[in-house]
T-cell receptor
Framework: GDSVTQMEGPVTLSEEAFLTINCTYT??????LFWYVQYPGEGLQLLLK?????DKGSNKGFEATYRKETTSFHLEKGSVQVSDSAVYFC????????????FGSGTRLQVQP | NAGVTQTPKFRVLKTGQSMTLLCAQD?????MYWYRQDPGMGLRLIHY???????AKGEVPDGYNVSRLKKQNFLLGLESAAPSQTSVYFC???????????????FGSGTRLTVV
């Protein structure tokens, strides 16, 4: 079935460090791909998305490129801040079958001052 | 701009008790979803609805029932709670198909349920 695999956390970085969170997927069609962020005690918020191969999603300094050849959608940020500390979820959406988001297990990011 | 509202925010149940979680959205979204979040497992889909009066099973539906009698509300019921249902429950809503790819889902802030 369709699935999303994320790197395990927690990822601990110092402020201004470079961030990469790996995400790969398995899908029976051509999914749209998303990154969601969850701050402590809150629900998930859409961070960025890409709907087709080679699309780059970007928001708040975060970027991710839809790589069909490697079935990946890695999240990157050039310089993290303490306020970026959260749990990040990679997800895919297919418009067949259940037509609902399938999430990865989440990666916790901790940024230290 | 309320978005998606979940009630209650916290609840402790004894094994065998029943309860209903309420999700309400004011964005006129067609689709609504219930997910549970467990450590190391991400979010797993319990049930979902593609419109008023329709519901469908997700990945982990056993032990739960749902109803969508009004477009804006999606109820999740536990008839006989078990400790394995201890989790954080999230409701979400979205627009129809193509717009959903652009705007994604809107999530509620969650209900933390403990079954003892």
């Amino acid at each position: 079935g369709d699935s999303v695999t994320q790197m395990e956390g927690p990822v601990t970085l110092s402020e201004e460090a470079f961030l990469t969170i790996n995400c790969t997927y398995t899908a029976t069609g051509y999914p749209s791909l998303f990154w969601y962020v969850q701050y402590p005690g809150e629900g998930l918020q859409l961070l960025l998305k890409a709907t087709k191969a080679d699309d780059k999603g970007s928001n708040k300094g975060f970027e991710a490129t839809y790589r069909k050849e490697t079935t990946s959608f890695h999240l990157e940020k050039g310089s993290v801040q303490v306020s970026d500390s959260a749990v990040y979820f990679c997800a895919l959406l297919l418009d067949t079958g259940r037509r609902a988001l399938t999430f990865g297990s989440g990666t916790r990011l901790q940024v230290q001052p | 701009n309320a978005g998606v509202t979940q009630t209650p925010k916290f609840r402790v149940l004894k094994t065998g008790q029943s309860m209903t979680l309420l999700c309400a959205q004011d964005m006129n979204h067609e689709y609504m979803y219930w997910y549970r979040q467990d450590p190391g497992m991400g979010l797993r889909l319990i049930h979902y609805s593609v419109g008023e009066g329709t519901t469908a099973k997700g990945e982990v539906p056993d032990g739960y029932n749902v109803s969508r009698l009004k477009k804006q509300n999606f109820l999740l019921g536990l008839e006989s709670a078990a400790p394995s249902q201890t989790s954080v429950y999230f409701c979400a809503s979205s627009r129809h198909v193509v717009e959903r790819e652009i705007y994604g889902y809107t999530f509620g802030s969650g209900t933390r349920l403990t079954v003892v």
